[in-house]
T-cell receptor
């Protein structure tokens, strides 16, 4: 079974600084997708960024970028120029078939 | 497109009672998923539908749980004889077949007292 591990239960960053959230996963598949979701207190899971495993180029969405290391099965999220609105739970997720498998989450706090 | 809608947002019930939650997906999405999220954890897959057919169920979905999606539109998740361990957030998501993106609803928070 696929597993997704987020080793940082909680992270803190100063406003306007950069923070990196870690994620590792375990799979025997070669074709899959990886995602980072944000869950603010409003509870709705919001897609932040996605990465297709067959693509070598790391995905970027504005202030959000990933470092995808396929051989190491690592998928970290970098948030640049952190904003107060970035404070939330962040979940790493994996999809090879029909379902998403989530990690345990990292709570990100942003200090003004 | 009003997104994925879930009702109710909160439900408090006494142990042993039955509860039913509703999910209205994005209208053109033919896949619908149910997840359960306990406090401080990531969501766990429960079941999914493609149109009206329930194609996969997790072992987490005990006999007390049943889900339906009549006519491939909205879906309901019923929990019979609720237990305190059923207290969680129940999330619904929808997507198109062949597309990687899910759209989640805001969830229904169940508290069993």
């Amino acid at each position: 079974a696929q597993t997704v591990t987020q080793s940082q239960p909680e992270m803190s960053v100063q406003e306007a600084e950069t923070v990196t959230l870690s994620c590792t996963y375990d799979t025997s598949e070669s074709d899959y997708y990886l995602f980072w979701y944000k869950q603010p207190p409003s509870r709705q899971m919001i897609l932040v960024i996605r990465q297709e495993a067959y693509k070598q180029q790391n995905a970027t969405e504005n202030r959000f970028s990933v470092n995808f290391q396929k051989a190491a099965k690592s998928f970290s999220l970098k948030i640049s120029d952190s904003q107060l609105g970035d404070a939330a739970m962040y979940f790493c997720a994996y999809r090879a078939g029909n379902m998403l498998t989530f990690g345990g989450g990292t709570r990100l706090m942003v200090k003004p | 497109d009003t997104g994925v809608s879930q009702n109710p947002r909160h439900k408090i019930t006494k142990r042993g009672q039955n509860v039913t939650f509703r999910c209205d997906p994005i209208s053109e999405h033919n896949r619908l998923y149910w997840y359960r999220q306990t406090l401080g954890q990531g969501p766990e897959f429960l079941t999914y539908f493609q149109n009206e057919a329930q194609l996969e169920k997790s072992r987490l979905l005990s006999d007390r749980f049943s889900a339906e999606r009549p006519k491939g539109s909205f879906s309901t998740l019923e929990i019979q004889r609720t237990e305190q361990g059923d207290s969680a957030m129940y999330l619904c998501a929808s997507s198109l077949v062949g597309r990687y993106g899910y759209t989640f609803g805001s969830g229904t928070r169940l508290t069993v007292v």
